[in-house]
Structures are given as C-alpha cells and as structure tokens.
C-alpha cells in the first residue's frame, strides 16, 4: 500500500492545508517489498529514557491533547507552572469518589414513565424494566458525555475510554442499562489499578456475561465464546507465529463453566452444579498446564485464578497490552526500533510490577519518546476526541443541574452527533472495539473520510452561528467570550498565536499567522491599529454595532480555523 504523508492524507480526505509544519505520516519499518527501511527512513529511535529536553506551552499541550478529552485555556494556565513531574502526578491522581451516577430525564414523557424511580432520580439499582431499558441506556450514553464534558485535570476519562475499547461490550445486546452502567462503573474505578483484577473482574462482569455468553456457559454445554476472547482480544492477542490452540480455547471454557447472573440483585454468581469438575489441560503454548478441576462454592473463583495466572504468565500478555496503550496515546506505528525501544521494556516494568498498570502509563508519559517531535502533532483525532475537545476548548456552556431534561437533552445532542461521526460511546461496533483503534494498515485514519470530514466541520460552523436549541436553552459557541479569554486579545498578533497554539497542535510559520491576521482580523486591510481600534471601541462601548464588528470577524476566524486539517491532528 502506497504510503501518503499526513498532508497528502488529510487532502485526500477535503482538507484544506495552511501550514507547511504538518508532521509527515511516519513510514512503516517495512516498505511494501518487505525490505527494511534505512535507519534515516525509520520513525523515531527514542525509547522510556525520561524527557529531559524543552519544557514549555507546546511539550504542556501535547502532553494534555493526549490525556484529557480537548484542552481549555484554564487547563493550560493550571499546568503551565508546574514541571513535568508535577503535571505526571496532576494527570495521575485519579478523584478518590466515583461520579455520581446517571438519572432519569425520561420520566416526564407520558409513554416512559417509570413508577419505581421519580424523574431526577437513578434508575442503577432499580429494578429490571424491558419496556425501560431503552430510555435508561439514552440516559447512560448521554450521562457518560456530561462526564467527558466536565472531565477533571486527570487521565480517568482517557483511560476509561481505553478500557471500554479493549474489553468491548454493546448496550445494544446486553439490553439491560443496570449492568451496562456497573460494567462502566467498574471500567472507571479500576482504570488505572492493576491489571489482573481488573481482568479478573471482568471476566464475572454481568454485563460481559451477556454479552459473550458466559451465563449460558455450562457443563453440559460449555460455551467458548469468551473463552476465546479472554485469549485472542484481552490477553494475549491473535497474531503471533506460535499461537494457543483450538483446543486451549475449548479447555479455557471449560474453567469458565457455571457463572451465572442473578438480574434482581444486579449481581453474578457462581453455580458450582453447572461447573465442569475435571482438570483442564492446555497445550505447549502454555507449558501444558493443568488447572486442577474444582469442586464446591469456591471453585469457579480458583480456577479463574489459576486461568489468570497462566496468560498473564505468558511475557506476549505484557507487550500486547502496552502495544494498545501505545497506539492509544502515541502512534499506530509500531516499528521494529518502538517494539526494542519502548514496548520490550515497558512490558517489562508491566510484569516487574505485578501488572499494576500506574507505572506503565507513569513511564510512557515521562518519555523522551513521548515527547518526541515525530510524535506530537500526528494522531488524528477520534470522534470523541474531536467533538469534546470543540466544547471544552470553546468552553460551551451547558445547561446546569437545576433542569435535568435541559442539561441532558444537550449532552444528547453532542452524543448524537459522534454516532454521525462513526464513535457510538457504549456500543462499538463489535467485540474488537473500533476499527480505527486496531485495523491494519489504516488505524485511524478511519475515523476522517468524505462524509465524516464534512460533518465535522459543518458541526463548528453550525455551533459558531447558528447554535443548538431545545427546552428553551441554544447551545452556541461565544466567539466574544473565547477571545477575551486570552492575555491581550487587542493585539492581532497575539491573538492569533494565543488561538492557534490552544487550537492546533504546532506552531504555524509567520506567513500564516500574518494571512490569517489580515484576512480576518483586519478584514483584508493593513495596519494592526483596524483590529485595536475596533476591539477598544467594543470594550468600551458595547453596542450592537461594535459588538457585531468584533464578532463576525472572530466567527469567521474560527470557522476558518476549525476547517483546516491542522484541527483534525492532536
């Protein structure tokens, strides 16, 4: 496959380009011949070595665009004062109290009404309720964007979307929001704890019992569908020379046999007259393991751990694992130099940690090789990424939590429009997650196409001038309050680079601050003082009409700022 350099891509694709400092798209160690690269072609050769070069607005930036869902100014001001050690731990320290839970904003609707939970309220532990269940995973979906929204200073909402990907599971067929909700729950509190609990969980997670069968896994009629996926997608991964067997599969089954859900106390169980009590043998892959078969209320738990034991025993476990997290935060190229220099020994500080992912994602963030300049600037964004990061940056105020039909029906919207863009939060679109998170050779470069590109630039140009309406409250972008935001917003010079450097992802060239400036700012004339001059008049009489100069020149600004590719990069 013919590789294009990222410009060449995103133009593909309608992007317009303004900038010459686009990174290019690294090349793969391999060329379509299958002969190596020289070392000059190669991506990169940095490895875990701690960063110790520039520390400034653009390493803070890169460092946020990776970790949080789009960067605030406030966000930018909060770390810029501290060292990379401190915005490491800042990112790190997860809030010690979940977040409150989801609630019902349907009730009101006289064909939803729920009797057993007020409108207001959370349905999470109420009972089952098919005719329900609809209006409750609506009211999850959009619950988990009010999150995104309002995200705090740390990587919880990154990671939490990270392990919904890995461990996929889809509203859709689990048809039940009560345990959809627990398994998010579950996701997000072990986000950045250790690996095999959280595996470990999982594995008897209501909501993946459904979903993968393993409620109807039996004795008598032993399911191996997550069996399979315990293996393939959530350990040790599918594309290896020496693989684990058929027959692994069918064996990893048979441990899994006699978990059950119990749907009135929103729990599972273990089923010890459904499990299968003969030893389970496994292939070489696996050393020819023998989990001892078990017998009574504790078997299913000692045999999951054994099971446990033996795949995070295998070292591919660890490199498959920070493979994701790799592609997740750096790039989907994974060269021969990344898997030496960064993979081998992050999968080792993986497993001389017990698994405990922390030191992993610690190590990976401090890197010379995250902070690496091919690495910056080259990821495009997912649809998440892109409509989160265009509220937050343009801090679009929501409704509050006075009105909860108000303040849900417009995170709805937001949720509406990334299932436009191809990213339904709660329901991939399989097993596997997004193909933009795993499908060779593209990755996500799925995510911008001829249909996707559009609808995304005409979201910000609809948010700039037009605004979302319902219950009585519009949803619109304030191009006023965003530029008054910034230190000096009477200077054109300044205001254009304080804009671009929150907005884009590398710096432009003077030339094209100095167009920009002049074709919006000072409408095409010379001499900064048009600007200043009118930016002062509307300052110190805001009238309509000075009111009305400032703003159509700052929304025509923007609306030219979010159009290019430079936009679609993190």
């Keep these: 496959m013919k590789q294009l350099s990222r410009k060449a891509f995103l133009k593909q694709a309608g ?12 090349y ?49 001001d909060f770390f810029k004062g501290k ?58 979906k959009t619950w988990w964007i009010g999150l995104l929204v309002n995200q705090d200073r740390s990587i919880r909402e990154k990671m939490t979307l990270f392990w919904h990907n890995h461990f996929s599971t889809e509203t859709i067929t689990v048809q039940d929001g009560r345990y959809s909700y627990k398994h998010h729950a579950m996701l997000r509190a072990n986000c950045l704890g250790n690996f095999k609990e959280l595996l470990k969980q999982v594995t008897i997670d209501p909501a993946m019992l459904t979903y993968l069968n393993g409620e109807q896994n039996t004795k008598t009629a032993p399911d191996e569908n997550y069996g399979r996926e315990l293996q393939e997608l959530f350990t040790i991964g599918k594309d290896l020379q020496q693989h684990y067997t058929e027959e692994d599969v069918k064996q990893a089954a048979r441990v899994l046999t006699g978990w059950r859900n119990n749907r009135n106390g929103i729990s599972s169980f273990f089923d010890s007259t459904r499990h299968e009590t003969t030893n389970k043998v496994f292939s070489s892959f696996y050393n020819n393991t023998v989990i001892t078969g ?47 220099n960064v993979i081998v020994p992050l999968a080792n500080i993986f497993r ?34 892109h409509l989160i990061g265009l509220c937050r940056q343009t801090n679009l105020v929501f409704p509050d939590n006075s009105d909860i039909q108000k303040q849900y ?84 010079d300044s205001l254009v680079t304080d804009i671009t450097q929150l907005l ?38 805001p009238t309509t009409a000075n009111k009305d100069t400032i703003k159509i020149r700052l929304q025509a600004l923007l609306k030219y700022l979010f159009g290019q590719a430079e936009y679609q990069l993190c």
């Design 352 to 385: 001389s940690n017990n698994y405990n992912l922390q030191p992993v994602i610690e190590t990976l963030l401090k890197s010379e090789h995250f902070f690496d300049p091919l690495n910056m600037g080259c990821v495009i964004k997912s649809p998440l990424d």
């Design 504 to 541: 884009y992802p590398g710096s432009l060239s003077p030339t094209v601050k100095t167009f920009i400036k002049t074709s919006f700012l000072l409408s095409g004339q010379t001499g900064d003082y048009i600007w200043t001059d009118a930016w002062n008049a509307y300052k110190s009489n």
């Design 28 to 76: 793969p160690y391999k060329d379509p011949a299958n002969k190596d690269l020289p070392r000059h072609l190669q991506k990169t050769s940095t490895g875990i070595a701690p960063y110790q070069g520039a520390w400034g607005d653009e390493q803070i930036l890169h460092l946020l665009r990776r970790t949080l869902f789009g960067v605030k100014k406030s966000d930018l």
């Design 83 to 140: 060292n990379l050690n401190a915005c490491i731990a800042q990112l790190l320290t997860l809030p010690p109290n979940p977040p409150l839970p989801p609630l019902n904003n349907y009730g009101n609707n006289p064909n939803q009404n729920d009797t057993e939970v007020p409108f207001g309220s959370t349905w999470v532990n109420a009972a089952v309720n098919p005719n329900l269940e609809g209006a409750r995973i609506n009211s999850l």
């Design 294 to 340: 078990r017998t009574g209320a504790t078997a299913g738990l000692l045999e999951l751990e054994d099971l446990l034991n033996m795949l995070l025993a295998q070292e591919e476990t660890a490199k498959y694992i920070v493979r994701k997290l790799y592609r997740f935060f750096i790039y989907y190229v994974i060269d021969e130099s990344v898997e030496k």
């Design 409 to 492: 029906g417009h995170w709805q919207a937001i949720q509406y429009l990334a299932i436009t863009f191809n990213q339904d939060i709660g329901d991939p679109p399989n097993v596997a997650g997004w193909p933009a998170y795993y499908e060779d050779p593209q990755y996500y470069e799925i995510w911008i196409n001829s249909d996707t590109l559009p609808k995304r630039n005409s979201t910000a140009d609809y948010l700039l001038y037009v605004g979302y309406s319902r219950f009585n409250y519009k949803l619109m972008i304030d191009a006023l309050a965003f530029a008054e935001q910034f230190s000096n917003p009477s200077n054109p």
């Design 15 to 26: 992007a317009e380009i303004i900038s010459d400092n686009l990174p290019p798209k690294p």
